[in-house]
């Protein structure tokens, strides 16, 4: 994906803007003004309000399909697994401001566009977990116990809810220290 240094930095600023004021209160001008542009500069690297934010969740999209291509294929279900996460953890607590949009699913709801993307984001980390877990329990490093999917629903609620919690803290605890708690948690219950 293919963005310039000033589409980066205005979807960027979009994301901040989300995280302080709230959707309700990005509009194009008020973006504008908090990167230090005219309006109508700004409508030279995107057709709208619209048009940036699916920018911003397609980047995020991209920027996770990379980090997932960077995986080590050699290593064990579990390490794979930590790997996913820990990733996951380091980029929210680099880029807090992504939460509000990534997480913010039910703001999108009533543009299909917009919703979708969202729901591309969620299917690609559900099937990566979905894919480890069905290597995990072939491998017999996981219990069978669940269903794969049923486990994935599991591991990315608990994920979520440690995400959750460190974006209502305004960012005061440690996600990665947390986060890393609830997979050590989740892996004595997956763990054969």
């Keep these: 994906m293919q963005l310039s240094s000033r589409q980066i930095e205005i979807i960027e600023a ?11 209160n990005l509009t194009t001008k008020t973006l504008a003004q908090d990167i230090g542009i005219s309006e109508p500069a700004l409508y030279r690297h ?7 934010l699916l920018t911003l969740l397609q980047y995020f999209k ?3 399909q990379q980090r997932l291509l960077l995986l080590d294929t ?6 794979t697994l930590k790997q996913i996460f820990q990733q996951q953890f380091q980029i929210f607590t680099e880029n807090p401001a992504i939460v509000s949009v990534i997480f913010a699913e039910s703001i999108f709801q ?7 993307k969202v729901k591309e984001i969620m299917i690609l980390m559900s099937e990566t977990v979905e894919n480890n877990i069905v290597l995990g329990q ?5 219990r069978s116990t669940l269903s794969p999917k049923a486990t994935v629903t599991i591991i990315t609620g608990a ?7 460190w974006k209502l803290s305004k960012h005061q ?3 990665n220290q947390d986060g890393q708690a609830v997979l050590d948690g989740l892996f004595k219950l997956l763990l054969k």
């Design 14 to 24: 979009a994301a901040l803007r989300i995280d302080e004021y709230g959707i309700q």
């Design 46 to 52: 995107f057709a709208g309000k619209n048009d940036i």
């Design 62 to 64: 991209h920027q996770l």
């Design 74 to 79: 050699k290593a064990s279900a579990a390490v």
């Design 110 to 116: 009533f543009n299909p566009e917009l919703s979708q």
């Design 138 to 142: 072939k491998q017999g490093e996981y």
């Design 159 to 165: 994920m979520r809810m440690a995400v959750l919690k």
């Design 173 to 175: 605890s440690d996600l």
